[in-house]
């Protein structure tokens, strides 16, 4: 899918009867979609937040969207069963359509541990604007970060469906990047991706 450049011509902006400006020319490029996945704990929001802040001091505009500001609540109403993990992608999916049609760079870390469903959002996205990174763990290192104790109250039964323990995770098959967040550094996998965009005119060059 082609990218699609909005222009916006003469474009005059009035506070009452002032006029404040006029023949104002806006163009507005589309952004891209970055889709960081793994299980809990293999460090994909810390990483989605770094690499948005870096971003953010090249002049990029960006967002995240993760667990925190979309389980409580756009998708508030969704449990962990496959069809609500289902529903909830493809909510997001449409969500960061929407922000990158508005030239924002848009970052999701989430498990999203179905291959049907990422494929999905890659097809909405569009392949060329679609970012797949993977960042693999092991079982041992994601428990290990585990500072909630999801991962001892899974192992206890107490939470159902908890991806890794009792329910499946179906990694990526040919990810765009795949790091072994168990074996490299934050800053490492930081500067991998940022090289990625650049290398690859998502990002300026002389941004770095």
């Not at 069809?83 to 493809?90: A, K, L, S």
């Not at 999905?120 to 970060?145: H, M, P, Q, T």
């Amino acid at each position: 899918m082609a990218k699609v450049r909005v222009e916006f011509q003469n474009i005059a902006l009035a506070f009452g009867k002032t006029q404040v400006l006029r023949d104002i020319d806006l163009a507005i490029e589309p952004g891209e979609f970055f889709a960081l996945l793994g299980p809990s704990g293999s460090g994909k929001s810390t990483l989605a937040h770094v690499v948005e802040e870096r971003l953010y001091q090249m002049g990029c505009r960006t967002f995240v969207f993760d667990g925190d500001n979309v389980r409580h609540g756009l998708c508030s109403d969704l449990g962990f069963s496959a069809e609500d993990r289902g529903e909830n992608i493809r909510r997001i999916g449409e969500m960061v359509k929407l922000f990158t049609e508005a030239g924002i760079i848009a970052m999701t870390a989430f498990i999203s541990p179905y291959i049907k469903d990422r494929d999905w959002v890659r097809s909405l996205a569009g392949k060329d604007k679609f970012i797949e990174i993977y960042c693999d763990s092991s079982l041992a290192v994601c428990e290990s970060r585990d500072t909630k104790g999801l991962y001892v109250k899974a192992r206890k039964g107490e939470i159902a469906e908890f991806t890794g323990i009792s329910s499946p995770y179906e990694p990526p098959v040919n990810p765009e990047l795949h790091l072994k967040t168990d074996e490299t550094s934050l800053e490492e996998c930081v500067e991998i991706v940022i090289k990625y965009l650049s290398d690859r005119k998502f990002i300026a060059n002389n941004s770095q």
